[in-house]
């Protein structure tokens, strides 16, 4: 993973929560979390610090995660973690110890973020081995500069994952290379740098699953996980 100092963490981390074409069921699935702008923030966020979340719905974490961290930086009364890591922060500090009185009508809100995932064809990226974008995949990635250009780009994360050939040390390494490759692409189309922010996975999260388990040919097993060599986009912006 690239590393980043926290003020270019804190930067890269204004985002707008609202994807390319996102359906309205994910607006609804979800809640904001508006953390408090105090101390180190342990999920990236967007300029009105409303933490950013992945096509899935899950918060997007910074280098300053911890569960220490999500259970003490506050989204108003309870611990930012409360919804973004419900099952790692301790269920007695996100109830309130007594019922509120009821609180005068909010103004209306905005329209809610949206986010839309966006999943680039792993055969179409890399080879087995490989950092290296095929031709098929730098034109998945016009087209996804093309797209970007037409909102208001916040940021474009993009997360690279390997297969689960080899160490995991080495994986780790090659799925942040492939991550930066998408990166490197990305900005030769015109996409600002400071707009781009990578993440390497290794080979901790197979698409696979079981299915390749009781391949014993090396070159078929190479082939059957194809899938998990893949580099995942995620576009956020606004219209």
Request: proline share 5%; glycine share 6%; charged share 25%.
């Amino acid at each position: 993973m690239i590393k980043q100092t926290k003020k270019q963490m804190l930067m890269l981390a204004a985002i707008a929560s609202i994807g390319l074409t996102a359906p309205v069921a994910y607006a609804q699935q979800v809640k904001d979390v508006v953390v408090d702008s105090k101390g180190e923030i342990p999920y990236v966020i967007d300029a009105r610090n409303v933490v950013a979340r992945s096509g899935t719905g899950l918060c997007w974490r910074t280098g300053y995660w911890s569960p220490a961290a999500a259970s003490t930086a506050m989204a108003g009364q309870f611990p930012a973690g409360c919804e973004c890591d419900g099952d790692i922060v301790p269920k007695d500090k996100c109830v309130a110890p007594v019922a509120a009185a009821a609180a005068p009508a909010a103004p209306a809100a905005a329209p809610r973020p949206t986010a839309d995932k966006i999943k680039l064809s792993a055969d179409a990226l890399f080879d087995f081995d490989k950092a290296v974008l095929k031709p098929e995949g730098r034109a998945k990635l016009d087209d996804l500069a093309a797209q970007s250009k037409q909102v208001k780009l916040e940021v474009i994360l993009a997360v690279g994952h390997t297969d689960r050939l080899g160490s995991d040390a080495y994986n780790q390494k090659l799925s942040e290379r492939r991550a930066a490759a998408v990166k490197t692409y990305l900005v030769s189309k015109g996409v600002e740098a400071n707009r781009v922010y990578t993440e390497g996975k290794g080979e901790k999260q197979p698409v696979t699953g079981a299915k390749c388990d009781k391949i014993k040919n090396r070159k078929a097993l190479i082939e059957c996980l194809q899938p998990d060599r893949r580099v995942e986009v995620e576009v956020i912006g606004s219209k």
